[in-house]
């Protein structure tokens, strides 16, 4: 079982930048999916970003593409997600998750089991 620990977060104007990061543990083998989902309420949880832990490449939704950025900080096994350019509608509790898998989408991430224990994201406009 992976353990997820975030940090990051918090409240910005939009057009701000917020850094998001997961320390990760437990896991034995590079074959997993990690990524960042966000959940606002009343709504499913939907995937924001994923990268392969075993390289070969970012994946972003629509409304990530261009403004965030995934990646991994292997010196301190951690996984990061950097927000530019944040929008009103990027608020929502964000969460890390980790699935092990030979493919890698942020849709896949829902299918996970391993969590972060989530944190807010507030953009005011």
């Known amino acids: 079982q992976v353990h997820l620990v975030q940090s990051g977060g918090g409240s910005v104007q939009a057009g701000g930048s917020l850094r998001l990061s997961c320390k990760a543990s437990g896991y034995t083998h590079s074959s997993y999916c990690m990524g960042w989902l966000r959940q606002v309420p009343g709504k499913e949880r939907e995937g924001v970003a994923s990268?392969?832990?075993?390289?070969?490449?970012?994946y972003y939704t629509e409304s990530a593409k261009g403004r965030f950025t995934i990646g991994l900080d292997n010196a301190k096994n951690a996984l990061y997600l950097q927000m530019n350019r944040l929008k009103p509608e990027d608020t929502a509790i964000y969460f890390c998750?980790?699935?092990?898998?030979?493919?890698?989408?942020?849709?896949?991430?829902?299918?996970?089991?391993?969590w972060g224990q989530g944190t807010q994201v507030t953009v005011s406009s």
């Open positions: 998750a980790a699935v092990a898998s030979d493919t890698c989408t942020p849709s896949l991430l829902t299918s996970s089991r391993d």
């Open positions: 990268i392969y832990l075993g390289g070969g490449g970012e």
